[in-house]
Nanobody
């Protein structure tokens, strides 16, 4: 099993910045793609950004140029730097990791979510 713990959410004014962190722990053999999703009230969960093991990145159009995803393989961490935040970025943000565990089983894992609120 792999456990994911997110941190860094909070309340920020429009135009502000936040940095989300996600720490993976447990029986990790390898971490494949790592990403961030978000879910706003009344909406479906959507992909925000993903970073592959090759470090190639993909972003949803609405955050391109504002958000940056990165990973630290030595620390089993993934980050989301969010700049120029807008009220429409308000959501619960979830970390997602495609992991292979020590028994060589591969599956997706989710964090518990961290609230990001952008409001004046």
């Amino acid at each position: 099993q792999v456990q994911l713990v997110e941190s860094g959410g909070g309340l920020v004014q429009p135009g502000g910045s936040l940095r989300l962190s996600c720490a993976a722990s447990g029986s990790i053999f390898s971490l494949n793609a790592m990403g961030w999703y978000r879910q706003a009230p009344g909406k479906q969960r959507e992909l925000v950004a993903v970073i592959a093991s090759s470090r190639s990145t993909t972003y949803t159009d609405s955050v391109k140029g504002r958000f940056t995803i990165s990973r630290d393989n030595a620390k089993n961490m993934v980050y989301l730097q969010m700049n120029s935040l807008k009220p429409e970025d308000t959501a619960v943000y979830y970390c997602n990791v495609d992991a292979t565990t020590g028994d060589h089983r591969r599956r997706d894992y989710w964090g518990q979510g961290t609230q990001v609120t952008v409001s004046s």
